[in-house]
């Protein structure tokens, strides 16, 4: 369905490779696996597979790229390739365009020309496999990130295609909603679908994977069958992390005085109640890890200690400051909060500018030596003239880490900290948090990843708007 045959491919303005003389086959009814750190080519390779590569960007191309027996090159359009391939990208908001889920599914479907009767029970058996019935109504906009996910690949498998290339699915999804994901699509494997999957949680989708390829630098370093390759020590770190080595507990917290207090919170978006009721004590120095299925509340939680969001009932305080009578500037001294996705808070042309803004903003003293001793703690010292988005996905989180840093709030926030990236990148994450935590921050982490939560001192577990368990709660 898919054959790449010495594919190299170089970004305009760019010197290094993206892509290095790949070549790989993707045959009808078959799951390809695609693991590897960030910046290894892997999403280039998703466009390439596409005929994105060849029909949306510049740059310098070499290879071949046949799709479904017909060069990439000889397709007319994005358009007329579509009908072959579907692809799910790792960010799906950018993705949608319509007021609602239900609009989202039905635009796909009715660019296929079926019948009203067709369409009608496509869609209620599209929303059906991928969960979403109860979403229907919604703003895909204001969904949580995993719910996000769901509804592009609802809009992808409303397309009928035979060949589907999806770019880490599951990366914002939790442990029940990534089985979801991987059972819809290890049946639609079943149903002669063939699958190009860009993924870190292979565990996952064992049972559906014929081959696994690891990319790293732009290049195929092993391919086979996942048992073979997984027997070489280096991949397997990268594939099955082990994050013993970074759960000590640094200190006991528990004496300390408390840094938020949140009292009877309760906050709707519209007619929907996302909290209710919640209280929640946080004390000095502590790591709490945040953990629930996707809409359980979290990040809506979070928002309200920086004040991005404003209680509709209840009080939060932070530092002794009551946030409804702080303005969100005042408490930047006090919280910092790194977003799910790390590219929502990028503007500057040059990764040193990026840190260096809020720095300035705050009036922070000795300016420069704190700019560079925090990248240099985020591994990025190399990088200062960089773009940021041309990072990898893993420096791009560091670099979101960074930015929080030099600000020297009290308390820092992460979304899902760890998404999108391999063993190795996220046990460099966390050892980053760790060394933080033991310079007296207090380090909040919203994850879906349970190895991840086991390296925080406390857990604390939400549901439906509600927190259901505390490790460490008084």
């Known amino acids: 369905m898919i054959e790449l045959t010495n594919v190299s491919y170089t970004y305009p303005s760019t010197v290094q ?21 960030s910046g290894a080519g892997k999403t280039s390779l998703c466009l390439a597979a596409s005929g994105i590569l060849h029909h949306e960007y510049g740059g310098k191309k070499e290879g071949s790229v046949v799709i479904d027996g017909k060069n990439v090159a000889d397709y007319r359009s994005l358009s007329e390739l579509a009908r072959n391939v579907g692809v799910v990208f790792d960010d799906p ?42 979403l229907k109504d919604r703003s895909p906009h204001n969904l949580s990130g995993g719910q996000k996910q769901r509804v592009a690949l609802a809009a992808t498998l409303a397309l009928g295609n035979e060949i589907l290339i999806l770019d880490e699915p599951t990366s914002e999804l939790d442990e029940h909603a990534t089985k979801r994901i991987a059972d819809i699509l290890k049946n639609l494997k079943e149903h002669g679908k063939t699958i190009l999957l860009i993924e870190h949680k292979f565990d996952h989708f064992r049972a559906m994977v014929d081959t696994l390829i690891v990319m790293e630098n732009g290049t195929i370093t092993a391919q086979g069958i996942p048992e073979e ?12 992390p082990d994050f013993s080595t970074v759960r000590k507990t640094i200190r006991n917290a528990s004496g300390n005085e408390p840094i938020i207090s949140v009292e009877d919170l309760t906050y709707c978006y519209g007619d929907v109640r996302a909290l209710s009721g919640i209280r929640l004590t946080i004390r000095k120095g502590e790591f709490v890890a945040i953990v629930g299925e996707n809409g359980s509340g979290k990040t809506t939680l979070v928002k309200h200690f920086n004040r991005l969001l404003s209680p509709t009932s209840g009080d939060v305080i932070v530092n002794g400051k009551n946030t409804k009578e702080s303005s969100i500037a005042a408490l930047a001294h006090d919280v910092g909060l790194v977003f799910q996705n790390p590219d929502h808070m990028f503007f500057a042309d040059t990764v040193r500018e990026e840190v260096a803004y809020g720095v300035r903003n705050l009036a922070i003293a000795d300016g420069d030596a704190v700019i ?9 010292t190399d990088s200062v003239s960089l773009y940021p988005r041309w990072l990898s996905r893993g420096e791009r989180q560091r670099l979101g880490i960074a930015c929080v840093v030099a600000m020297q709030p009290n308390v820092i926030v992460l979304d899902e900290p760890t998404t999108g990236l391999d063993g190795y990148e996220a046990l460099l994450v966390i050892s980053i948090l760790k060394k933080l935590q033991e310079k007296g921050h207090t380090i909040i982490v919203i994850t879906h990843n349970r190895d991840i939560a086991h390296c925080a001192d406390r857990i604390v577990t939400m549901e439906n708007g509600r927190i259901i368990a505390d490790t460490g709660g008084a």
């Open 372 to 380: 560079d001793a925090t990248l240099r703690d985020a591994g990025l």
């Open 229 to 240: 390759v997984l027997k070489d020590n280096h991949v397997r770190g990268m594939v099955v």
């Open 93 to 134: 908001e950018a993705q949608m365009i319509f007021t609602t889920v239900e609009e989202e599914i039905l635009s796909a479907l009715e660019h296929r020309g079926l019948t009203a009767t067709v369409i009608e029970d496509r869609l209620a058996r599209i929303m059906r496999t991928t969960y979403l019935e109860e």
């Open 17 to 37: 490779p993206a892509l290095h003389r790949i070549t790989l086959s993707l045959k009808k009814g078959r799951c390809v696996m695609v693991t590897g750190p």
